[in-house]
């Protein structure tokens, strides 16, 4: 009987702590960065961007896959990563209208290696 009622002691005294709500930022102050800008998978690119710019942004060369001239699909291999032994790299399609990125495809295919 004591234990049950040390244990409703614990239970009624823990339910009345107070919560403490997040405040919101001084005016003036300093703000929370956007939403987009704490995803885990933002990638540095821009509509509009040309070839070199998106090759800058990325890090990695960008090689011809298909297309006319002004109207070309670039693939770029970005490493992501792994283990000490195996690097992970994901395949990036960037598709470019009238010199410009118009849109771009992540890869994430199987690998032949383990089929």
Partial sequence: MRAFAAAAVLLISGLSAPAFAQQLPPV????PPPFIATLSN????????D???????????LN???GRRGEEIYLTFRNIGGSGLFY????????????R????KGDWG???MWQ
């Fill in 101 to 104: 990125l118009a849109g771009w």
């Fill in 42 to 49: 933002n990638t540095p690119l821009a509509f509009g961007m």
């Fill in 110 to 112: 199987h690998n032949w």
């Fill in 28 to 31: 003036g102050g300093p703000y």
């Fill in 64 to 66: 011809y896959v298909s």
């Fill in 88 to 99: 992970k790299k994901d395949r990036l399609y960037l598709q470019f209208r009238k010199g």
């Fill in 51 to 61: 070839e070199e710019t998106a090759a800058r942004a990325l890090g990695t060369p």
